[in-house]
């Protein structure tokens, strides 16, 4: 199983992370979500948890990916 931690920018902290969770689970492949508001960082486990669909669903979410690396 993979785990990427994404550093993120923009959203709405106050309701982001139920909307990054919503996101992110309808994306094939991901298992599990952590939200860390504090540090911006989304942690992603499941397999081929970096890619353009992860992205596409944090967009979707209202954030941008500044980095991303396998924890």
């Known amino acids: 199983m993979d785990e990427i931690r994404y ?3 923009g959203g709405d902290r106050a309701g982001g992370a139920g909307g ?3 996101s992110l689970a309808r994306v094939d492949g ?3 979500v ?4 504090g ?3 989304v ?3 499941g ?6 669909q992860i992205r596409a669903a944090l967009a979707e979410a209202g954030y941008a990916v500044v980095d991303a690396a396998p924890c």
């Open 43 to 45: 942690t992603v486990r």
């Open 7 to 9: 550093t993120v920018q």
């Open 30 to 32: 991901v298992h599990e």
């Open 20 to 22: 990054i969770r919503r």
């Open 47 to 52: 397999s081929d948890v970096e890619g353009q």
């Open 34 to 37: 952590t939200v860390d508001p």
């Open 39 to 41: 540090a911006r960082t």
